[in-house]
């Protein structure tokens, strides 16, 4: 089971940017996959989530109406598209993918079996 995670970058206060998690060795119809984020000095905080069967999205309250997460099962891959991005969205984002579902797992590291090894985002003008 592998995940790899892409799209990072600097971008301006206001602007988009799409990341992407590529899954191998597993397929999505059976793992929910989370998108999560680090900050300097802060615990990894959970930023969305996308369900297994339904592929029904979940978000945190701090980038709800700003990021949508979706995926293409035909590609193995899901996607977090964030706009109006601040300053404060500025951390390292990890993909994860778990067999749980249980929406309050998903909300939390735990709820995970694999990580991938994270991408820069950088909101700064």
């Known amino acids: 089971v592998q995940l790899q995670a892409s799209g990072g970058g600097l971008v301006q206060p206001g602007g988009s940017l799409r990341l992407s998690c590529a899954a191998s060795g597993f397929t999505l119809d059976y793992y929910a996959i989370g998108w999560f984020r680090q900050a300097p000095g802060k615990e990894r905080e959970w930023v969305s989530f996308i369900s297994s069967r339904e592929g029904k999205p979940y978000y945190a309250d701090s980038v709800k109406g700003r990021f949508t997460i979706s995926r293409d099962k035909a590609k193995n891959t899901v996607y977090l598209q964030m706009n109006s991005l601040k300053p404060e969205d500025t951390a390292v984002y990890y993909c994860?993918?778990?067999?749980?579902?249980?929406?309050?797992?998903?909300?939390?590291?735990?709820?995970?079996?694999?990580w991938g090894q994270g991408t820069q985002v950088t909101v700064s003008s």
């Open positions: 994860a993918a778990g067999l749980g579902v249980i929406t309050t797992t998903l909300r939390a590291v735990y709820g995970y079996d694999y």
